[in-house]
């Protein structure tokens, strides 16, 4: 994990509500692995060269699983129609 996703996964994990807007790109706590897969390769200069994909996808896992644990937080999203309509991903892996 990055220092930014380390942050994110951090104060996701303490917290009892998460809200968020999202206006360019889907969520990561909502992303599939293929639409995380397809970002990554497509912003690969924006990461370090000791990035892989596969560390991120496990990454975002375990973000995503604090979501489903007992006593988990809620969870509330608001998402832009661009995020949506934007070509950051396949149309069927965004449907998905």
Do not use: N, S
């Amino acid at each position: 994990m990055g220092p930014r996703q380390a942050l994110y996964a951090a104060l996701e994990a303490g917290a009892e509500h998460i809200a968020e807007c999202h206006i360019t790109l889907l969520p990561g706590l909502l992303q599939i692995p293929v639409y995380t897969e397809v970002r990554a390769v497509a912003d690969r200069a924006a990461y370090p060269r000791r990035f892989t994909v596969e560390r991120a996808l496990e990454a975002r896992a375990a973000r995503q699983r604090v979501l489903d644990r007992p006593g988990g937080p809620t969870y509330e999203v608001i998402i832009d129609e661009l995020a949506i309509r934007r070509h950051a991903a396949p149309p069927e892996v965004v449907r998905a």
